[in-house]
């Protein structure tokens, strides 16, 4: 039986496509992409002609179930996104849960997704994080930002170059100015950084310097020995072990 690929594309840099990932790209029958000129520049990169059909946020509530009768038909197909995983803030959820109810297998390839290198090199425990994605832009941000000021856990989340500034000010407001922060941007590409500091620090560079490119916030949890404190960490002693918050410390590649 025909099954769909979840593929995994760089987010960046076009040398992390796994082997197994441009094998399937070169197999399937079709690949159903977010934006078919993105997926066309990385398939005439690694060699592959393919058949596209365009599967974005804006038609697959009407077209999946035509994609799922065509697959149960006998036909493979592999569903990329622009950069990344999909299903990971970008369209791929409900293909898959239709797939699933249907009874067709699906195959989800690892690889490329930026939440993991950001969160690996923020120096935060790795053990436990959890994943915010994109922050509702307008209605129900500040309540959902609230119900995450005692998360004990790293938290993560993506935002663009033009609320980085804004969501960094929320953030010192919500969550304590003195609250670690690490800042990634344009991952694996030439202008690859990363901003370290408290988010007083962190939001000052970023007033000084024009945010660019794509970026992950790394925010590090809120320590047990804290949770009585009043909203922020200003006035909370460092754990044994744990760093204090110093400059702000760049990485570029």
């Known amino acids: 039986m025909a099954k769909l690929y979840i593929v995994p594309t760089p ?8 082997l197994r990932a ?3 790209l070169r197999e399937v029958d079709f690949v159903l992409a977010e934006d078919t000129r993105t997926t066309s520049f990385l398939l005439k990169h690694l060699g592959i002609e393919q058949k596209l059909r365009s599967h974005h946020k804006f038609n697959e509530h009407a077209t999946v179930q035509m994609v799922a009768e065509t697959i149960a038909a006998g036909h493979d197909a592999a569903l ?3 950069a990344g995983t999909p299903g990971i803030s970008d369209p791929g959820f409900l293909l898959v849960r239709t797939c699933v109810e249907a009874g067709i297998e699906v195959e ?3 690889g490329a997704t930026a939440l993991i290198p950001a969160l690996v090199q923020s120096g935060f ?3 436990r994080f959890c994943f915010e994605g994109f922050l509702p832009q307008k209605k129900g941000r500040l309540k959902h930002l609230q119900s ?3 998360e004990e856990r790293t938290m993560i989340f993506y935002e663009s170059p033009y609320r980085v500034v804004k969501c960094l000010e929320q953030f010192a407001e919500i969550f304590g100015a003195d609250r670690e922060v690490a800042v990634s941007r344009e991952l694996t590409k030439k202008f690859e950084e990363t901003v370290r500091g408290t988010l007083a620090e962190v939001l000052a ?15 590090r949890g809120r320590s047990r020995r804290r949770a009585a404190d009043e ?3 200003a006035n909370g002693e460092p754990l044994a072990g744990e760093p204090n918050p110093g400059a702000v410390f760049q990485d570029n590649d």
Do not use: Q
């Open 11 to 18: 987010i960046g840099n076009l040398d992390d496509i796994t």
């Open 125 to 127: 425990p790795c053990d």
């Open 205 to 219: 560079h970023f007033r000084a310097h024009e945010p660019k490119g794509e970026f992950v916030i790394v925010v």
């Open 108 to 110: 989800t390839l690892p």
């Open 231 to 233: 909203p922020g960490e």
């Open 22 to 24: 441009v094998s399937v």
């Open 80 to 82: 990329v996104s622009d």
């Open 148 to 150: 995450l000021r005692d």
